[in-house]
């Protein structure tokens, strides 16, 4: 009797232990007599890697996204910024005049940072900088600097295994699908905005 009355009370006390403040009711449907809960649940992409070199080049392409990353957005907002200024200016004499004072000040203010980037991640930038502005870069030195400086830095940057006219193709592209699946995965985690 007394062995009952203790397992009364253990039981007693579990309940208690394990009791919800609030009672939580998941949405569900019954079909055919079985019970589904309704729930959403956030998608879940999955990569296959086809060997382990290509497992690694991932992971560096990541490094290498990750630190490219901020400054194509940086060039979206200055080209937003960029424009908003223009916009506001009536004469064609004084744009001009902006437009140099920003590419200088752009040269100064990135200049140094730009040229520690590896010919690979350059090769990111561009794209990535297509990616955020939905512009090539070429299109973008074209339209703010003209035919000439457009030419000469398509010139520079083939000279380098670039290409400016680069576009981004997540679709049709591996390594931008990878690349595109490393910025989704990174502002999950809260890395951007």
Known sequence: MR??????????FSISIFAQDK??????????GDTFFIADVPE???????????????YILKK?????YPFAMS??????????GLDSIPKRKHKKRYTREVAKWVKEEYAE????????????????????????????????????????WQSMAKLWDNNLKTEYDPVNNREDMLTEHILIQAKLEGKFE
């Open 3 to 12: 062995f009952l009355l203790v397992i009364a009370l253990l039981n007693i």
């Open 23 to 32: 009672l939580l009711i998941a949405p569900f449907s019954i079909v055919n």
């Open 44 to 58: 879940v992409a999955v990569l296959a890697f086809k060997d382990k070199e290509e497992h690694k080049k991932y």
């Open 64 to 68: 290498r996204v990750l630190k490219v």
């Open 75 to 84: 060039a979206k907002e200055k080209l937003m910024s960029i424009q908003k």
């Open 113 to 152: 940072q730009l040229k520690n980037l590896t010919m690979s991640e350059g090769k990111i930038l561009v794209k990535l900088i297509y990616r955020e502005t939905n512009t090539t870069s070429y299109e973008i030195v074209k339209s703010y600097r003209g035919r000439f400086n457009a030419f000469f």
